[in-house]
Structures are given as structure tokens and as C-alpha cells.
């Protein structure tokens, strides 16, 4: 097969196997396929590429529309293979070592007078990338967290367009970035670029506002290795608004609450999942040393509990190792300890409520069983009443 300007189609020395060697700076085109040797008939060809430093091309890095045709990893460590069915035509594109070319063969191969060949007609060139850059967040994107930092992503190396690298001292001045639009006024930030020179991280000097609009812009100042620039490009984004409510508490039985059933759990309920302050997961294990519960008041005697939290972090079951006693003030309470995941810490709170009477009433008689003697009538030429007796209720 004729090939020009430093590009080869190589016969692998396995039936059936051929070398793309992608190397060269100039445009390459088949002009007159030859024949290539024969293959077994049942097996479709497989061409391998490579780069002209002999190394082998990912599949990550080969495409293709083949209608008859596969692509993938080959075992036999020859890089990634194109396997061609006869009579299959096909549209490979594989990127080169630089990244900055794809090289695509277009053809149908074909088996003829016992021999493959590639059709006539068939092309390999060599089309030129244009370099791209990636925002993220992409432009159009709302709810971006506040404290973000903004990537710019190159599909190309980059480098300053008088060919000068681009570096961490000198990345800030390529960079635009502004509240609002492009006319609004400057975000401080600072900016690094990888080693490779293909992510620029822009890290603003401060957290955005809560649904401040961000305009991100980089201009057509640099280029690939061919002396491409990139097209002037930008995003403008949303961050997201600041929660800076704190959670609510709401504690059942509710504060003065009265004839709470003695055998009663205390729940503390909040609107928000919560966690410890030091942003730590507020669970079963520790979740007592959260809560106070006592006799009376917040200087009262401990009374004895275990505490529970669900597994939404929403609500914490306070139960007491013992039924409170009749009528008894309870006082709970929870400081603050525990906060949302924006940092919103609760506000100290507490309920005093009061336990039921739980003590039965006792009667007392009067007379009183078993009495002798009771008056039963007028003791005098007076008349009275007749006593009958008396019955007190106590408790």
C-alpha cells in the first residue's frame, strides 16, 4: 500500500494483522491501495495503531462508525484493534501522541482474486483538533456551592501564545472573573494550572453570596503546540442561596405541659438533619452527652435516661430508666451542640412540664369501721339531727 508522508499501513507478521503508525507532521493520503497479503478467509483484518514513538493508541482514543465492523483492546498488547469484516466499510479515527490531530481511514475493505484490499477511494488524513475549553460549572448552572472553586479544562496543552509556558505565576492574568457579567466588578480570586497544562483552578479569595451570579471568562490567549488559540470563551453561573437559618427545636410533651403520662418518652424534633458542631454524626453512642434531664429545674438531681436518634437525624427519643413520679417536674433540656450542614448551630433550649397524678385517692370513715357507741339520736329535751355518720375522701 502506498502511503505518504511518513504514515504506514505495516504488514504485523500474524495473518490478518496490520500497523497504523500515526507519525509525521504533514497530511497523509492513501492513493493507491495495494493488495494486501492474505489472510485466512474467515477472519476479519485488524489493524493496530500506534504512534510514531511506537507506542500504542487506548481505545479511549479510537473511533469509529464501521458498519461491519469492532473496535477494542487488543490482548496480544498491540494497542487498540479495528477488526474489519469483508466487504464492511468503515470510518476510523484515532487521536495522535500529540492530541492535536485525529487521523481517520475511510473505506470499505474488500477480498478480491483470493486477496484483501482496501477499496479504492479510500483516505487516511489527518484532521486538525481545534483546542477547546471546558468550564465547570458550566455556564447555566444554578445551585453551585458556595465556597466552589471554578476549572477551566483544556483538550490540548496549553501554552502562552508568544510560546512561553503558562504557570502558576502568570495564570491569574489570563483569567475574568466577576459578579454579575462581564462589566461587573472583579471577584478576587487566585489560579494555578496542572502539570500537564490542561486545568486551570481559579480559587476565589472569598465564599460567593447566597444566589450571586458568577461570570467566569478566559480570552483567546493561549494556544495548543500548533500554534492554535482557543476561542474566547466564558460561563456565567448561579451559587446557591445561603442557608443561614438554624434548625428549629420542638420538644414533646411542650414546655409547661401538665398531667404528661408517667411512663411518657421525651422527643426533641428538629426541622433539619443535625449534627455535632464539629461536624461529626450525631448517633446513638453519643447522643446522651447531648441532652440534660432532671428534677425540678436545671439544678434538680439527674433522673437516669437513654437517648436514640433516627436514622434521618431528625429526632432524638429521650427515655427515662424510670416512670416519673406522680406529679413530678421534669425539666429537659439540649444546649448548643448540634448544628445543620451549613454550619448553623441550635439555640440552647429546654421544657419543664409536669407528670400526672398517679396517686389513687384513699377514703377515710367517720365513724370509723368496727366503732362502737356512735350516737344515734337527741341527747336532751332538745331535738337534733340524727347522726348518721360521716365519710371523708383523702387522698
Same mark, same amino acid.
Given at each position: 500500500?502506498?502511503?505518504?508522508?511518513?504514515?504506514? /499501513?505495516?504488514?504485523? $507478521?500474524?495473518?490478518?494483522?496490520?500497523?497504523?503508525?500515526?507519525?509525521?507532521?504533514?497530511?497523509?493520503?492513501?492513493?493507491?491501495?495495494? /493488495?494486501?497479503?492474505?489472510?485466512?478467509?474467515?477472519?476479519?483484518?485488524?489493524?493496530?495503531?500506534?504512534?510514531?514513538?511506537?507506542?500504542?493508541?487506548?481505545?479511549?482514543? %479510537?473511533?469509529?462508525?464501521?458498519?461491519?465492523?469492532?473496535?477494542?483492546?487488543?490482548?496480544?498488547?498491540?494497542?487498540?484493534?479495528?477488526?474489519?469484516?469483508?466487504?464492511?466499510?468503515?470510518?476510523?479515527?484515532?487521536?495522535?501522541?500529540?492530541?492535536?490531530?485525529?487521523?481517520?481511514?475511510?473505506?470499505?475493505?474488500?477480498?478480491?482474486?483470493?486477496?484483501?484490499?482496501?477499496?479504492?477511494?479510500?483516505?487516511?488524513?489527518?484532521?486538525?483538533?481545534?483546542?477547546?475549553?471546558?468550564?465547570?460549572?458550566? $455556564?447555566?448552572?444554578?445551585?453551585?456551592?458556595?465556597?466552589?472553586?471554578?476549572?477551566?479544562?483544556?483538550?490540548?496543552?496549553?501554552?502562552?501564545?508568544?510560546?512561553?509556558?503558562?504557570?502558576?505565576?502568570?495564570?491569574?492574568?489570563?483569567?475574568?472573573?466577576?459578579?454579575?457579567? =462581564?462589566?461587573?466588578?472583579?471577584?478576587?480570586?487566585?489560579?494555578?494550572?496542572?502539570?500537564?497544562?490542561?486545568?486551570?483552578?481559579?480559587?476565589?479569595?472569598?465564599?460567593?453570596?447566597?444566589?450571586?451570579?458568577?461570570?467566569?471568562? @478566559?480570552?483567546?490567549?493561549?494556544?495548543?503546540?500548533?500554534?492554535?488559540?482557543?476561542?474566547?470563551?466564558?460561563?456565567?453561573?448561579?451559587?446557591?442561596?445561603?442557608?443561614?437559618?438554624?434548625?428549629?427545636?420542638?420538644?414533646?410533651?411542650?414546655?409547661?405541659?401538665?398531667?404528661?403520662?408517667?411512663?411518657?418518652?421525651?422527643?426533641?424534633?428538629?426541622?433539619?438533619?443535625?449534627?455535632?458542631?464539629?461536624?461529626?454524626?450525631?448517633? =446513638?453512642?453519643?447522643?446522651?452527652?447531648?441532652?440534660?434531664?432532671? =428534677?425540678?429545674?436545671?439544678?434538680?438531681?439527674?433522673?437516669?435516661? =437513654?437517648?436514640?436518634?433516627?436514622?434521618?437525624?431528625?429526632?432524638?427519643? @429521650?427515655?427515662?430508666?424510670?416512670?416519673?413520679?406522680?406529679?413530678?417536674? %421534669?425539666?429537659?433540656?439540649?444546649?448548643?451542640?448540634?448544628?445543620?450542614?451549613?454550619?448553623?448551630?441550635?439555640?440552647?433550649?429546654?421544657?419543664?412540664?409536669?407528670?400526672?397524678?398517679?396517686?389513687?385517692?384513699?377514703?377515710?370513715?367517720?365513724?370509723?369501721?368496727?366503732?362502737?357507741?356512735?350516737?344515734?339520736?337527741?341527747?336532751?329535751?332538745?331535738?337534733?339531727?340524727?347522726?348518721?355518720?360521716?365519710?371523708?375522701?383523702?387522698?
Amino acid at each position: 500500500m502506498n502511503w505518504t508522508n511518513d504514515t504506514c /499501513l505495516s504488514y504485523q $507478521g500474524d495473518a490478518n494483522e496490520y500497523n497504523i503508525n500515526t507519525h509525521g507532521s504533514k497530511p497523509i493520503t492513501i492513493l493507491v491501495p495495494d /493488495l494486501l497479503p492474505l489472510p485466512a478467509a474467515s477472519n476479519p483484518v485488524k489493524i493496530f495503531f500506534y504512534n510514531g514513538s511506537g507506542v500504542n493508541i487506548p481505545a479511549s482514543q %479510537v473511533t469509529t462508525t464501521c458498519a461491519t465492523g469492532s473496535v477494542g483492546a487488543d490482548g496480544n498488547d498491540y494497542g487498540t484493534t479495528v477488526s474489519l469484516s469483508v466487504g464492511g466499510s468503515c470510518v476510523l479515527t484515532t487521536r495522535a501522541s500529540l492530541g492535536v490531530f485525529d487521523y481517520q481511514y475511510s473505506g470499505t475493505l474488500s477480498r478480491t482474486a483470493g486477496a484483501y484490499a482496501l477499496a479504492a477511494g479510500g483516505t487516511v488524513s489527518r484532521l486538525t483538533v481545534l483546542p477547546t475549553a471546558t468550564f465547570n460549572p458550566a $455556564g447555566g448552572a444554578i445551585g453551585v456551592a458556595a465556597d466552589s472553586s471554578i476549572t477551566i479544562t483544556f483538550n490540548h496543552a496549553i501554552r502562552l501564545l508568544n510560546n512561553f509556558a503558562v504557570t502558576d505565576a502568570n495564570v491569574d492574568d489570563l483569567i475574568t472573573l466577576k459578579d454579575t457579567n =462581564d462589566s461587573g466588578s472583579d471577584i478576587g480570586f487566585d489560579a494555578t494550572i496542572n502539570a500537564g497544562k490542561t486545568v486551570i483552578t481559579i480559587t476565589p479569595t472569598s465564599v460567593f453570596s447566597g444566589g450571586q451570579v458568577v461570570y467566569a471568562a @478566559i480570552g483567546a490567549t493561549v494556544e495548543n503546540a500548533l500554534n492554535t488559540a482557543i476561542t474566547a470563551t466564558n460561563a456565567t453561573f448561579t451559587a446557591a442561596a445561603v442557608d443561614s437559618t438554624e434548625p428549629t427545636v420542638t420538644f414533646d410533651p411542650l414546655d409547661s405541659a401538665t398531667a404528661v403520662a408517667v411512663g411518657s418518652s421525651i422527643t426533641i424534633t428538629f426541622d433539619e438533619a443535625i449534627r455535632n458542631i464539629d461536624d461529626s454524626e450525631v448517633t =446513638d453512642a453519643n447522643v446522651d452527652a447531648l441532652i440534660t434531664l432532671k =428534677d425540678t429545674n436545671g439544678s434538680g438531681s439527674n433522673i437516669g435516661f =437513654d437517648a436514640t436518634i433516627n436514622a434521618g437525624k431528625t429526632v432524638i427519643t @429521650i427515655n427515662p430508666t424510670s416512670d416519673f413520679s406522680s406529679e413530678q417536674v %421534669v425539666y429537659a433540656a439540649i444546649g448548643a451542640s448540634v448544628e445543620d450542614a451549613s454550619d448553623n448551630a441550635i439555640t440552647g433550649s429546654s421544657a419543664t412540664f409536669t407528670a400526672a397524678d398517679s396517686i389513687a385517692p384513699t377514703a377515710t370513715f367517720d365513724p370509723v369501721d368496727s366503732a362502737t357507741a356512735v350516737t344515734v339520736g337527741p341527747t336532751s329535751s332538745s331535738p337534733s339531727p340524727r347522726r348518721s355518720g360521716i365519710s371523708t375522701i383523702r387522698k
